[in-house]
């Protein structure tokens, strides 16, 4: 994944710039940029925050950087904001994108002209690079971006910086959000996470709609391109990976994941001793749980969080859930000879909830009842770059699904198991259950799943658990545009 903010202002602005792009720190374990434009021109950092966090690593650029415009971003993959020459003149840019087409793009950029990309280690093209290149084969940065957004399959949303002004443009299909906030009198900033500037003293103006470009300047903000109709925003914003404290089209995290925890609790028939969430991105569905099922909250272990901070994340699985397992630790009290009631947002592997669940049993559970927040993972984001899997067989689902029924199965029989109503969906389920070692498993529904959201379906994309919101690959639909 990662996050973008940028801001301009009518005073200096590298703190607000420093701590809004920090704010996204949770979207990214990799890289993380920032760029102004100040009394040196343009000027850019750019550290690799996997064993240290972003604030760390930028406090010297802090105080080195000056300027009222600036973009940043945490990055899960290439190393940005870029700064390019071109015929448009000098701009910086940071993106959030996934590029599946990336090869047809690379090839037509070399049919234009004799046109070059950095190659960066693993003999990879840089894909912010692709998407300026995208931009530079038009007039304008303003249809330079109309047409990257049009050209990219799979995702991309965007700042670019001139040395006067921020464009910013969100994803065709809004998978990715992008608002802008404002500081009376003074700022304007734009960002993935709306609450990355409240405490700098911004309030919500306007979020962008599917597809929209806009242009912010320190006086306020212009609409280019208007927003379409189509939407399709990752509803695994609100389940996982979203700040709690931020809002996308107008629904609250946090309150989003209450209402997934009610809904659980009401289709549910076990009476636990006590409910707990997996800390941290169970903890809310879990509270919404225990609310609407009047049975105790409680923390049965609890991480120690202060010498592991999220951004030691190494790439290796194994080291990954080793240190998933040395961040949690017990209370007793609370779990020996108790039933517990477990929710985690989602099952990918499922390895490490195995562990926690041996964990718990090692450490004197009685039972142990896990309810995921989402509907079972059936099929990999081809839209985000997301680093939950490599393949879709590191999914359980499709693990069982193939020894079930073999390597080729269709897109029908793959329904039939997304169906909670199914015997296929009921059998897949209780297999795993039995190899991960759970007294009793339960997922949310998709609908349910879709209601606790409140958005209607077809503006959002549920492709991980249905296959519905491929637009830009979908021949047959209608029904959403
Ligand atoms: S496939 Fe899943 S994770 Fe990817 S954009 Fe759609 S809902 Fe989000």
Request: aromatic share 10%.
């Amino acid at each position: 994944m990662g996050g973008i903010f940028g801001v301009v202002s009518k005073k200096e602005c590298v703190l607000d710039l420093f701590f809004g792009t920090d704010y996204h720190s949770h979207l990214g374990t990799r890289r993380a940029g920032m760029a102004m434009y100040g009394d040196r021109g343009f000027d850019r950092a750019i550290h690799n925050i996997q064993n240290s966090p972003f604030r760390t690593k930028f406090e010297r650029d802090v105080s080195e950087f000056n300027g009222r415009i600036g973009i940043g971003c945490i990055s899960d993959y290439e190393p940005q904001p870029l700064l390019i020459q071109s015929h448009l003149g000098s701009y910086a840019i940071t993106t959030v994108c996934k590029i599946n087409n990336i090869e047809e793009l690379v090839n037509e950029a070399y049919n234009v002209g004799r046109t070059q990309f950095l190659e960066m280690s693993g003999s990879n093209i840089n894909p912010t690079e692709l998407v300026a290149s995208l931009i530079n084969q038009k007039d304008t940065i303003e249809e330079g971006i109309e047409y990257a957004l049009e050209r990219v399959d799979g995702s991309l949303t965007l700042l670019v910086m001139t040395d006067k002004g921020i464009y910013a443009g969100r994803d065709l299909y809004g998978r990715t959000p992008l608002i802008i906030g404002k500081k009376e009198e003074e700022a304007y900033c734009v960002a993935f996470e709306s609450f990355s500037y409240l405490n700098l003293g911004y309030h919500d103006v306007k979020e962008l709609g599917p597809g929209e470009i806009v242009y912010i300047t320190e006086e306020g903000y212009e609409i280019l391109r208007p927003a379409r109709d189509t939407m399709k925003i990752c509803t695994f914003l609100w389940i996982y990976y979203g700040y709690p404290t931020s809002t996308y089209e107008g629904i609250n995290v946090e309150d989003m994941r209450y209402r997934c925890g009610e809904a659980l609790a009401r289709r549910d028939c076990v009476s636990p001793d006590i409910v707990a969430g997996v800390p941290d991105s169970g903890t809310a569905h879990a509270i919404g749980y225990a609310n609407e099922s009047g049975i105790p909250f409680a923390r049965p272990f609890i991480k120690y969080t202060p010498t592991w901070p999220r951004s030691f994340m190494p790439t290796d699985q194994s080291q990954r859930n080793l240190i998933a397992k040395m961040k949690l630790i017990p209370v007793d009290k609370l779990i020996r000879g108790k039933s517990l009631l477990l929710i985690d947002d989602s099952i990918v592997r499922g390895t490490q909830l195995r562990e926690t669940t041996e964990f718990l049993y090692n450490s004197g559970a009685g039972e142990v009842h896990i309810r995921p927040a989402c509907p079972p993972l059936l099929h990999g984001c081809r839209f985000l770059n997301f680093s939950r899997s490599n393949s879709e067989y590191d999914l359980i689902t499709r693990r069982i699904i193939r020894e079930r029924e073999g390597e080729n199965v269709s897109d029908e029989v793959l329904a039939e198991y997304a169906d909670p109503d199914s015997e296929l969906y009921k059998e897949m389920i209780e297999e795993i259950r039995k190899q991960l070692n759970f007294t009793s498993l339960r997922f949310h529904r998709l609908d349910d799943m879709v209601q606790s959201v409140g958005i209607a379906k077809e503006k959002l994309c549920t492709y991980c658990w249905d296959k519905q919101g491929d637009c830009k690959n979908c021949a047959s639909c209608g029904g959403c545009k």
